[in-house]
Structures are given as C-alpha cells and as structure tokens.
C-alpha cells in the first residue's frame, strides 16, 4: 500500500503511514523469501536428480569403453593366430 504524504498530514498520520508501509514491505519479502525457498528446494532436486544421471551415464560409458577394449583385444587375438 503506498501512502501519498502531504503538508497536510499531522506527526500521527505520517507515524501510521510509515507503519502501514513497512507492514506491507514486510508481508511482500515473507511472500518473496517462501517463494525463494520453494525454487530452492526444487533445483536441489533437479540437481541430484541431473547429477544421479550423469553418474548413471559414467557407469554406462566404463561399461561401453570396456567392451570396446575386449573386442579389440579379441581382434588382435585374431590377427595373431
């Protein structure tokens, strides 16, 4: 809520004006810390979820990589003979 300030308003009136100002401040950066927390938490998640698939994927590739080096060497096993 914003409050117009005049020559016209008495000490009280500008005290009200200032509180009822700061309450609304107040209640918007409540409002802006819970939804900070809640993105928070949510990337969190995405991010051990992203980092469970990479580590996941690392697993496939030491598998793939050491596929690869058994055929090779049943290749040059071949050659040899």
Avoid: P
Wanted: glycine share 4%.
């Amino acid at each position: 809520m914003r409050v117009a300030y005049t020559k016209g308003m008495n000490i009280d009136e500008r005290l009200e004006a200032l509180a009822q100002s700061l309450e609304a401040w107040q209640h918007m950066q409540v409002d802006a810390n819970k939804e900070y927390q809640e993105r928070f938490r949510a990337n969190e998640k995405r991010l051990a979820q992203l980092m469970d698939t990479m580590n996941r994927l690392g697993r496939i590739l030491e598998i793939h990589d050491q596929q690869i080096d058994d055929h090779g060497n049943r290749l040059d096993n071949l050659e040899r003979h």
